[in-house]
């Protein structure tokens, strides 16, 4: 068995770039740049005034000044600086030429046209022109567009960003048990989650998920969704990829041609991932079970979804002190559902009691997965652990 991070090497090695495409800066937070970003202009424009205040020369400020216009945002002053002179001045506004300085108006008294200055210990408070950023000033983030990016392209007048497309992922569930949530289960039979909660992962990292019909455990509706699966940029499977009579996954993409990269990794849970490509398209087949199915969904397609998009993801862990003391670990890498709490230095992580890859409603409960190696030996409560947090 490969490990973890031999598997996701091969996993971004499946990846190939989608087409970019030209959408408004309104629309692409979440997107990843197909190219730099150039400004098209200058910010701040012109020395821009950081308080509301005065004007003023810093060789006079020790003598009453005469006040003798006013440059408001939006509203320059077009006059002329003088000895002995202040302009009234609010935040935002083009500092007039011959004034070095604006002083802050909580620390000066005016008394009609005149001020003097009470307090200098603040500084220039002007904010030079170019000071954030300068005209042709590239903007290219190795990460999908934030809130913050897009108002930085905003600002740099951008209002058209190259971005790569939305892959396409194509998301087969399969089991004879399965029926689509609203159906009433009959005996036997279980509400399927697994293609919901993929598709909806996918949508997360940036891609338009496809959910195809629920296939049975029959080599014949596996092919049938294989096929309608054709076109798209990534075929996601569930299910099906264990050793069973009824699991089929395997046996089907190899049928068609899989060219395999791997089967089964050492990871708990998880064991049974596959991965490879389908002609053109990288196929990754998923575990069944939800909690399985997930986590590999996290630490395996949406950093595939993210390579495709032209990024070079890895798994971001953080540190945490352990909550409880934990038994040595066997040959897999252990991803254990965890809450997290605050702690003196870093956060507290305490994994749930259970770790059945079956139970749905502690993944939903867990703030993070606690990563421990293979082989990891026994530790003891407040030892520092790595873990992948689950929220932003
Ligand atoms: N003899 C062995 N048996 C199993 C092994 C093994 O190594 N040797 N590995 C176990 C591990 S680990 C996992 S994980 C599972 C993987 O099973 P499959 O990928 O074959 O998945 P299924 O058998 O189809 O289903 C497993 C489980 O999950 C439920 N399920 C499946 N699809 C959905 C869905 N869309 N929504 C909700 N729940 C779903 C299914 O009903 C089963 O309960 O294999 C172990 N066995
Ligand atoms: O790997 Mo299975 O994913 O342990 O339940
Ligand atoms: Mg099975």
Redesign the pocket.
């Known amino acids: 068995m490969i490990s973890v991070q031999q598997a996701l090497e091969q996993v971004l090695g499946l990846a190939h770039p989608v087409a970019s495409e030209l959408i408004p800066i309104a629309e692409a937070v979440g997107r990843v740049l197909a190219e730099p970003a150039v400004s098209r202009i200058t910010q701040p424009p012109f020395d821009a005034s950081a308080m509301d205040g005065y004007a003023v020369r810093t060789a006079d400020m020790d003598q009453p000044l005469t006040v003798i216009g006013e440059a408001a945002a939006g509203r320059p002053w077009n006059g002329q600086a003088a000895p002995g002179t202040a302009v009234r001045i609010f935040t935002g506004a083009a500092v007039p030429p011959g004034y070095d300085r604006v002083v802050m108006q909580e620390h000066v008294v005016r008394d009609g046209n005149r001020v003097r200055i009470t307090d200098r210990s603040s500084g220039a408070n002007i904010r030079k022109a170019g000071d954030d950023f300068q005209q042709s000033d590239r903007f290219a983030p190795a990460r999908r567009l934030t809130a913050s990016d897009i108002g930085l392209l905003a600002a740099m007048n951008i209002p058209v960003v190259a971005v790569a497309k939305r892959p396409r992922v194509a998301i087969l ?3 004879d ?2 029926v689509a949530p609203g159906t009433q289960p009959l005996p036997g039979q ?6 919901l ?1 993929i598709a909806a992962l996918v949508r997360d990292a940036g891609a338009d998920p496809l959910v195809l019909p ?1 296939a049975r ?1 029959t080599e014949e509706s596996l092919r049938a969704g294989f096929a309608a699966a054709s076109g798209a940029d990534l075929l996601v499977t ?7 009579d ?2 089929l ?1 395997g046996k089907v993409a190899a049928d068609l041609g899989l060219q395999r990269a791997f089967y ?1 990794i050492a990871m ?5 991932l596959m991965a490879g490509r389908l002609a053109d398209m990288p196929m990754i ?6 909690v ?2 997930m986590v590999c969904g996290l630490l395996f397609v949406e950093p595939l979804i993210a390579a495709m998009q032209g990024l070079r993801p890895v798994h971001k862990l953080a540190k945490a002190r352990l909550a409880v003391e934990m038994q040595a670990e066997g040959d897999r890498q252990h991803y254990l559902r965890a809450t997290l709490e605050d702690g003196e230095d870093l956060p507290l992580i305490r994994p749930f009691s259970s770790q059945d ?2 139970r ?1 409603s502690l993944m939903a409960q867990a703030d993070a997965l606690l990563v421990r190696l293979p082989n990891d030996p026994p530790r003891r409560a407040g030892d520092i652990v790595s873990f992948l947090p689950l929220r932003g």
Do not use: Q, T, Y
Request: overall charge negative.
């Open positions: 569930a399969g089991g048990e399965l279980i509400v399927s989650s697994n293609d909660a629920i455990d569930i299910g099906g990829a264990s050793v069973g009824h699991d996954v089964k708990r849970p998880g064991k049974p087949g998923l575990p069944g079970n939800p399985s199915a890859s079956a749905l």
